[in-house]
């Protein structure tokens, strides 16, 4: 099955610093390809997986589940520990997720951990009932290119399948328990108005993590997919900032974007 347009994997063979980036459910590279392009022309070692079941057509993801895609970005993860002296990971809705389990189950070697809009539960009266519906009814409404930017759009299903729903609602479940493991430094950053991610699960993963170096940021002008919407500048030059604040590089000129 080929692949949507943008929604190819990315890796850049950097410096010493490495950076994992993770993409959303239903979502693709494209979504925050930017952002890891952003970090790859400052001279970082990037890594942007495709997800199994993503970037093709909805059905196929119907095939994968949360195993799937955290085995994707945990062997994305070995291999940049492979070749850099420390390593970063970022991760957009449910990408933050995947980047809070590989922070809570790989410690040190995770360096810090980058958020945007992340996931951290099903919401609505119909996530209980996913596990009966799922066999009746095979997919609902995507929820795609939530974007205030006119003009942006995110590669994405325009359905979500009601299998790997439920794969996500299990493993947002099981985030959720591991998040006192994680204690990396943290950067997390959340629109007031994102109508996939209700600000409720930054503020109960920011209340769970056991990390002490925790920075906020509000992206007040974006959507959901603020990657690709009016903050993705300030994204980029922040999650930069804060890598070289923690091993030295880009600090200066970080500093100086985010101002």
């Known amino acids: 099955m080929p692949l949507l347009p943008g929604a190819e994997p990315f890796r850049h063979e950097g410096g010493e610093v490495g950076v994992l980036v993770c993409h959303g459910f239903t979502g693709s590279p494209q979504s925050v390809r930017p952002w890891a392009d952003h970090l790859a022309e400052r001279g970082l070692s990037v890594s942007l997986p495709l997800l199994p079941g993503h970037g093709t057509r909805w059905q196929d993801m119907q095939l994968t589940g949360w195993q799937d895609w955290y085995a994707e970005v945990d062997h994305a993860l070995r291999e940049l520990r492979e070749r850099c002296s420390r390593v970063f990971v970022c991760g957009l809705s449910m990408g933050g997720a995947l980047a809070l389990r590989l922070a809570a189950r790989h410690g040190d070697a995770v360096s810090g951990v980058v958020l945007v809009n992340p996931g951290n539960k099903v ?46 609602r299990r493993f947002f479940q099981l985030v959720d328990a591991e998040l006192p493991q994680v204690t990396q430094p943290l950067l997390l950053m959340h629109s007031p108005e994102d109508h996939v991610v209700p600000p409720a699960d930054s503020a109960r993963i920011l209340a769970r993590v056991s990390s002490r170096d925790v920075t906020e940021r509000l992206l007040e002008r974006s959507y959901h997919v603020a990657t690709l919407d009016h903050d993705a500048e300030r994204i980029f030059a922040d999650t930069y900032a804060f890598i070289g604040r923690l091993s030295g590089v880009g600090s200066e000129e970080g500093t100086a974007a985010r101002g």
Not at 142 to 153: E, N, Q, R, V
């Open 123 to 168: 919401h609505g009266a119909a996530a209980k009932a996913l596990p009966v519906v799922r066999h009746f009814v095979r997919s609902t409404k995507g929820i795609a290119s939530d974007i205030a930017k006119p003009g942006s759009a995110e590669v994405g299903y325009d359905r979500v399948p009601l299998h790997a729903a439920h794969s996500l």
